[in-house]
């Protein structure tokens, strides 16, 4: 498996990219991939279907000027910035017979990124079907989303490292569709950092999926197509 720990400036970048690389998955020019990467800008992104006037507060990110996107992916609004890790699975459905059923593909990864917290001495669980939290007091500190296409998935995820969460509590509204185990709680109240580095938590998933080879910059073919679908595809909202 290839790692790829590449990180963009603008939020359009970092959400196509995931995108381009599930792209290029199924036209047979890239194979099974693991990406980190992290915003030092704040933005926030809604899931395929998401509601803008249900999950935004629209006027406190118009005063901040913080830019909204959608990504390709399912699963709810999130505020992405410095102190939240992404990672992002590209997985050959033949390589790995776990992920061609959408439950078992979600217990297969996010069972190895409790088993890698656990490792760093942190004691989470995973919450059906796309949430990890932490043992005691069950706030979440991974949020998980996936597209699935005909020979690759791509399951991506959010790590609460050492977040501004009331930044969270400002953009977004309470979600009307919620987990049972977040019990209506506040964003402040259900969410959590894991206070990890997150160079451990690269460390342990890296040896979870046997990375092979390390890049950390896009290829030239990746670029030119970045660069395409930046005009082409429209994902800003706001």
Known sequence: MVLKDISFDLPEE????????LHLAEKGKLGNTLRFWESSAVFV????????????????????????????????????????LNYSLILCKQDYPQVQ??????????????????????????????????????????????????????????ILCDFDLSIVAKYLTLPQQQ???????????????????PADIKKELR????????LVTPTHVEREMLSEWLKNKKIRLM
């Open 14 to 21: 970092n959400i196509l990219y995931d995108e381009l690389l």
């Open 101 to 158: 059923d959408i439950r078992r593909s979600y217990n297969f990864i996010l069972n190895k990124l409790v088993r890698a917290f656990h490792k760093l001495n942190v004691n989470t669980v995973w919450h059906p079907i796309s949430d990890v939290a932490c043992v005691g007091n069950n706030k979440k500190v991974s949020g998980n989303a996936q597209k699935r296409a005909r020979n690759f998935i791509l399951h991506h995820g959010t």
């Open 179 to 197: 987990p049972e185990y977040r019990q209506n709680r506040s964003h402040l109240d259900f969410l959590d950092n894991i206070y990890l580095d």
């Open 45 to 84: 992104v809604l899931g395929r279907i998401s509601s803008l006037d249900e999950d935004v507060n629209q006027q406190a990110v118009r005063k901040d000027r913080v830019s909204v996107v959608r990504r390709c992916s399912g699963g709810g609004t999130v505020v992405q910035g410095k102190g939240c």
């Open 207 to 214: 040896e979870s999926f046997f990375i092979t080879e390390h």
